[in-house]
């Protein structure tokens, strides 16, 4: 929605400077409620730790609980209708009116996507019911970044490759998002069983329930480089430029003095989080 390219970027630079702040946002209501805790001041908590976040509530004045429960149920309720839009979408328009029914009227397909999307929340109702993911095991937001990451390494190798290397080839995206998601179901599950809890690649910890696992983020950044290699080695044994690349204009890289001093600042508070948490 940038008037102009410039506008653009400085929005997103910016939007990138307040996701910074997420780790505080999420991290000190539970330093918060583990401190009351240890001092006896969450009795509620007893025998059950995921009533940490309500418990800490309880200590805000009534009005402001309020605005927190109204802050939180529009974040829930933003994100579920973002995904909802999504999955309509997607199976609408990529899959449903492709493959199904080329000649589909406009009215048809809504009611389609309307169905696709009670589809969608009934299947999501039958999986969390009993925790039949394990969600409830790990936390939600670790599962969700978990599991993103089973499907991200390969898009990102894809996308990577496909914006700054004209050699890439189409088998070689299709082999990409294919091998990435592969490669992040062994490196998550089977890994350790098959290479073993500790090689130069990565150590694997103990997960509570007697089984080694790798750490998520490690597992993802493993599964890109090893995507990335295989997309390298098929584009190789093609035509030393693909006919359909994309085609870059340079001059789009070229940043104004501010917009390259807010990259600076935000790579260098994203470095800093990381050398001060290793």
Same mark, same amino acid.
């Given at each position: 929605?940038?008037?102009?390219?410039?506008?653009?970027?400085?929005?997103?630079?910016?939007?990138?400077?307040?996701?910074?702040?997420?780790?505080?946002?999420?991290?000190?209501?539970?330093?918060?409620?583990?401190?009351?805790?240890?001092?006896?001041?969450?009795?509620?908590?007893?025998?059950?730790?995921?009533?940490?976040?309500?418990?800490?509530?309880?200590?805000?004045?009534?009005?402001?609980?309020?605005?927190?429960?109204?802050?939180?149920?529009?974040?829930?309720?933003?994100?579920?209708?973002?995904?909802?839009?999504?999955?309509?979408?997607?199976?609408?328009?990529?899959?449903?009116?492709?493959?199904?029914?080329?000649?589909?009227?406009?009215?048809?397909?809504?009611?389609?996507?309307?169905?696709?999307?009670?589809?969608?929340?009934?299947?999501?109702?039958?999986?969390?019911?009993?925790?039949?993911?394990?969600?409830?095991?790990?936390?939600?937001?670790?599962?969700?970044?978990?599991?993103?990451?089973?499907?991200?390494?390969?898009? /990102? =190798?894809?996308?990577? !490759? *496909?914006?700054?290397?004209?050699?890439? #080839?189409?088998?070689?995206?299709?082999? &990409? %998002?294919?091998?990435?998601?592969?490669?992040?179901?062994?490196?998550?599950? /089977? =890994?350790?069983?098959? !290479? *073993?809890?500790?090689?130069?690649?990565? #150590?694997?910890?103990?997960?509570?329930? &007697? %089984?080694?696992?790798?750490?998520?983020?490690?597992?993802?950044?493993?599964? /890109?480089?090893?995507?990335?290699?295989?997309?390298?080695?098929?584009?190789?044994?093609?035509?030393?430029?693909?006919?359909?690349?994309?085609?870059?204009?340079?001059?789009?890289?070229?940043?104004?003095?501010?917009?390259?001093?807010?990259?600076?600042?935000?790579?260098?508070?994203?470095?800093?989080?990381?050398?001060?948490?290793?």
């Amino acid at each position: 929605m940038g008037a102009d390219l410039h506008t653009a970027r400085t929005g997103i630079l910016f939007a990138g400077l307040l996701k910074l702040l997420m780790p505080v946002i999420v991290m000190l209501p539970g330093i918060a409620a583990f401190v009351l805790y240890q001092k006896g001041q969450l009795p509620q908590l007893v025998g059950g730790k995921d009533g940490a976040y309500s418990a800490v509530l309880t200590f805000l004045p009534t009005g402001l609980k309020g605005l927190s429960v109204a802050a939180l149920t529009a974040a829930i309720v933003a994100s579920l209708a973002g995904k909802v839009n999504s999955i309509s979408t997607i199976y609408t328009l990529d899959i449903h009116q492709k493959y199904f029914d080329k000649q589909a009227e406009q009215r048809k397909l809504v009611f389609i996507g309307r169905i696709a999307v009670f589809v969608a929340m009934i299947l999501a109702i039958l999986f969390t019911w009993n925790d039949l993911l394990g969600i409830g095991g790990v936390g939600g937001f670790t599962y969700i970044q978990k599991y993103t990451g089973f499907i991200s390494p390969g898009v /990102f =190798a894809m996308f990577l !490759l *496909g914006m700054f290397w004209k050699r890439t #080839t189409g088998a070689a995206a299709i082999a &990409g %998002v294919i091998a990435g998601f592969l490669l992040s179901v062994f490196f998550n599950e /089977f =890994a350790p069983q098959v !290479l *073993g809890n500790d090689t130069f690649l990565y #150590t694997a910890y103990p997960n509570g329930k &007697g %089984v080694y696992e790798i750490p998520f983020h490690i597992c993802m950044g493993l599964s /890109f480089l090893f995507t990335m290699i295989i997309m390298i080695g098929i584009s190789l044994g093609g035509p030393k430029v693909n006919p359909k690349a994309f085609e870059l204009d340079s001059t789009m890289f070229k940043v104004k003095p501010t917009t390259l001093a807010l990259i600076i600042v935000t790579l260098l508070l994203v470095a800093a989080l990381y050398v001060k948490f290793w």
